[in-house]
């Protein structure tokens, strides 16, 4: 059983930058699609980005469109959630996800395992 473990959360003012990572153990997730969901404190998880296994499609919420760049690097096993322009409504904790699947990548329920999360934390 595969196992996420995300990284690179911090505290940041707004309009800066950070960089998440996600890797898993256990096995390689070159086969799966990937993704990130947030949650805020009394919030239900809400979907981020997502990317194919291969890398060809790559999803956004309109929320963080032109700003956050979602890619895996095959070679270190690793997915990425590039943050630029971070808004205090960045605030949460971000979870990165596989799926078995390559469909309905905007929705948590394609996703079978999940790291515990990352905070992030945007304020002045």
């Known amino acids: 059983q595969v196992q996420l473990v995300e990284s690179g959360g911090g505290l940041v003012q707004p309009g800066e930058s950070l960089r998440l990572s996600c890797v898993p153990s256990g096995r390689t997730f070159s086969g799966d699609a990937m993704g990130w969901f947030r949650q805020a404190p009394g919030k239900e998880r809400t979907f981020v980005a997502s990317i194919t296994c291969n890398s060809f499609l790559r999803y956004y919420h309109d929320s963080v469109k032109g700003r956050f760049t979602i890619s895996r690097d095959v070679g270190k096993n690793t997915l990425y959630l590039q943050m630029n322009s971070l808004k205090p409504d960045g605030t949460a904790v971000y979870y990165c996800?596989?799926?078995?699947?390559?469909?309905?990548?905007?929705?948590?329920?394609?996703?079978?395992?999940w790291g515990q999360g990352t905070r992030v934390t945007v304020s002045s």
């Open positions: 996800a596989g799926s078995t699947k390559n469909r309905n990548l905007k929705s948590s329920e394609a996703f079978d395992y």
